[in-house]
């Protein structure tokens, strides 16, 4: 379980910093993370969502480290297994897609985004989904 749990924190600990980049400029990989049609990007998120995802992603990453028992959860109200269950669903509904320019089930493809979408980060938040999912069922 502590080992499941610091994978998965770790894969989420290294997103934030990526997306703080993006939220201050940075334009490495920013092409292929970003879904196009004809070469214009479909959406154009700003500073502010930027930071709100690596914020959410930060906290992703604590609440694997909670569910593990690696560290302390703050909140006795909600248990962390809850979050795991949340974050679960979250990432596993991300890799499914929104049946045109995300997931397994785009219908857009042809473009550098889809290329990366199918073979890395569909992949990864299926992973990432299983990850949160054994944490829940192991931490309950």
Same mark, same amino acid.
């Given at each position: 379980m502590t080992a499941i749990g610091l994978v998965v924190a770790a894969v989420m600990a290294a997103l934030p910093g990526l997306h703080v980049v993006w939220a201050f400029g940075g334009v490495t990989g920013k092409s292929a993370v970003i879904p196009s049609r004809n070469g214009v990007p479909v959406m154009r998120p700003g500073r502010v969502s930027t930071i %709100? =995802?690596? +914020? #959410? /992603?930060? !906290? @992703? @990453? $604590? +609440? %694997?480290l909670?569910? %593990? @028992?690696? =560290?302390?959860?703050? !909140?006795?109200?909600?248990p962390a297994t809850i979050g795991c269950l949340v !974050?679960? =669903? /979250? *990432?596993? @509904?991300?890799?499914? #897609?929104? $049946?045109?320019? =995300? #997931? $397994? $089930?785009?219908? +857009?493809? #042809?473009?550098? *985004?889809?290329?990366w979408d199918t073979r890395v980060?569909?992949? /990864?938040?299926?992973a990432i989904s299983a990850g949160y999912a054994l944490l829940w069922s192991f931490a309950r």
């Open positions: %709100a =995802v690596a +914020v #959410g /992603l930060a !906290i @992703a @990453a $604590f +609440v %694997a909670a569910a %593990a @028992a690696v =560290v302390p959860w703050p !909140i006795p109200a909600i !974050i679960a =669903v /979250l *990432f596993a @509904a991300r890799a499914i #897609g929104e $049946f045109r320019y =995300v #997931g $397994f $089930f785009k219908r +857009v493809r #042809g473009t550098e *985004f889809a290329w980060y569909s992949p /990864l938040c299926i």
